[in-house]
Nanobody
């Protein structure tokens, strides 16, 4: 069982930046997809960014051009660089590592709070 631990959240003013990290206790280099999700109070969990094993990335429209997902397999760490933050980015951010084949797994971190003040 691999544990994921997020860090880097905090309070920032609108327009500011934060970099979230997600450190894995074991190798995640064979994950098919690494993702960042977020959940704002009273809202459903939302997929924010995806890093696929082939190196391609995807983002929800609301963060395109502002957020960048990256992965360092040597450090077993996933990152989310967040620039030009807006109050609507306020949420708990979770990282996820998922593999479909040949041996599936689905690991989640405990979340890190990001609060953007106006």
């Amino acid at each position: 069982q691999v544990q994921l631990v997020e860090s880097g959240g905090g309070l920032v003013q609108a327009g500011g930046s934060l970099r979230l990290s997600c450190a894995a206790s074991g190798s995640i280099s064979n994950a098919n997809a690494m993702r960042w999700y977020r959940q704002a109070p009273g809202k459903q969990r939302e997929l924010v960014a995806t890093f696929l094993s082939g190196g391609s990335t995807n983002y929800v429209d609301s963060v395109k051009g502002r957020f960048t997902i990256s992965r360092d397999n040597a450090k077993n760490t996933l990152y989310l660089q967040m620039n030009s933050l807006k109050p609507e980015d306020t949420a708990v951010y979770y990282c996820n590592a998922k593999r479909w084949v040949p041996v599936p797994y689905d690991y989640w971190g405990q979340g890190t709070q990001v609060t953007v003040s106006s």
